[in-house]
């Protein structure tokens, strides 16, 4: 049975820091991708952050750039993304999925493409 389960969320003020985690199992990150999307009130699902199964190779949206680092830890099947300065406009639900990828494939086009796997959302609110 296929699971992702994210944690870490929570309430901080503007300029603190969260980390979230996504532990997969069911599977292992092998030959997969895996990404951070976040879901702001009235507003669509997006990515923020997306790391390849090597985890060499990570990609962060612009507005995250320089504030969220993802890394991941393979023998526990974790990925974790580190969040700095945080900012109200960072308030949203966030999700961490899994697709599979290989590495002649663009890993920002995997990040926005459909995930194989979803875990709960973990909710992050940023107060001014």
């Known amino acids: 049975d296929v699971q992702l389960q994210a944690s870490g969320g929570g309430s901080v003020q503007a300029g603190g820091s969260l980390t979230l985690s996504c532990t997969a199992s069911g599977f292992t990150f092998d030959d997969y991708a895996i990404g951070w999307l976040r879901q702001a009130p009235g507003k669509e699902r997006v990515p923020v952050s997306c790391i390849a199964s090597s985890g060499d190779i990570t990609w962060h949206r612009s507005s995250v750039k320089g504030r969220f680092t993802i890394s991941s830890d393979s023998a526990k099947n974790t990925v974790y993304l580190q969040m700095n300065s945080l900012k109200p406009e960072d308030t949203a639900a966030y999700y961490c999925?899994?697709?599979?990828?290989?590495?002649?494939?663009?890993?920002?086009?995997?990040?926005?493409?459909?995930?194989?796997?979803w875990g709960k959302g973990t909710l992050v609110t940023v107060s001014s």
């Open positions: 999925a899994a697709r599979p990828w290989r590495s002649d494939y663009e890993l920002e086009i995997a990040c926005y493409g459909n995930m194989e796997y």
